[in-house]
């Protein structure tokens, strides 16, 4: 299970560094990434929308690309999010890749 969630933990963290702008340090045990998204913040989107705050990001992600991720505000981190990555690589790719389109 080690070496499934070390290779589940680098796909994450891959796709997440194909983001403009988004940072994340790489978790030293935790099932999630706690990734820096305020880059993504009071930008517009294909859509139109923009997003001022991680939890109005995390809605709309929710809203357009059908992924649930918790908004750094519930853990007191303001323009973080956490996405945990206890998933099939395949999920973890899909997710990432409907992350990826929605913020484009």
């Known amino acids: 299970m080690v070496q499934a969630f070390h290779s589940r933990r680098d796909?994450?963290?891959?796709?997440l560094a194909e983001l403009d702008g988004v940072t994340c340090?790489?978790?030293?045990?935790?099932?999630?990434v706690f990734p820096n998204v305020?880059?993504?913040?009071?930008r517009q989107f294909a859509n139109g929308t923009t997003c001022a705050t991680s939890l109005e990001l995390a809605d709309y992600l929710l809203e357009q690309a059908q992924i649930g991720l918790v908004p750094?505000?519930?853990?007191?981190?303001?323009?973080?999010?956490?996405?945990?990555y206890a998933q099939?690589?395949?999920?973890?790719s899909e997710g990432?890749?409907?992350?990826?389109?929605?913020?484009?």
């Open 72 to 84: 750094g505000e519930a853990f007191g981190a303001p323009g973080y999010m956490r996405l945990a």
């Open 38 to 42: 305020t880059a993504l913040l009071n």
């Open 25 to 32: 340090d790489v978790p030293d045990g935790a099932f999630y």
């Open 96 to 104: 990432m890749r409907r992350f990826a389109a929605a913020v484009a």
């Open 11 to 15: 796909l994450i963290l891959a796709a």
């Open 88 to 92: 099939s690589n395949a999920s973890i």
